[in-house]
Nanobody, 124 residues
């Protein structure tokens, strides 16, 4: 099974930026859908964004539109989530997931591997 490791979380102030990374244990992103999810305290899991390869299609949830950017560096087996203008309500555990071929399942839950997450805390 592919191992995903997230990094880049931390404690920041509102308005700051962070870049999260999702690194895969093998070269697996060449044909895949990689998503970022988050879970805020006592909230349901939320799909933040995803990117598909090799076509580069991206999706952003309402909370991410205009502030977050997802990108993929296939050579480094890494997907990034650049988060700008962070808000207190962005505080959550962020984790990534990968859907391998054949893809096409529900992007809310159809993934083959999940990471453990990285905590993002945004203070006022």
């Amino acid at each position: 099974q592919i191992k995903l490791v997230e990094s880049g979380g931390g404690l920041v102030q509102a308005g700051d930026s962070l870049r999260l990374s999702c690194a895969a244990s093998t070269r697996t992103f060449t044909a895949s859908r990689v998503a970022w999810f988050r879970r805020r305290s006592e909230k349901r899991r939320e799909l933040v964004s995803y990117i598909t390869a090799p076509d580069g299609t991206t999706y952003y949830g309402d909370s991410a539109k205009g502030r977050f950017t997802i990108s993929m560096d296939d050579a480094k087996n890494t997907v990034y989530l650049q988060m700008n203008s962070l808000k207190v309500e962005d505080t959550a555990l962020y984790y990534c997931a990968v859907d391998l071929p054949p893809m096409g399942g529900n992007p809310l839950f159809s993934y083959d591997s999940w990471g453990q997450g990285t905590q993002v805390t945004v203070s006022p």
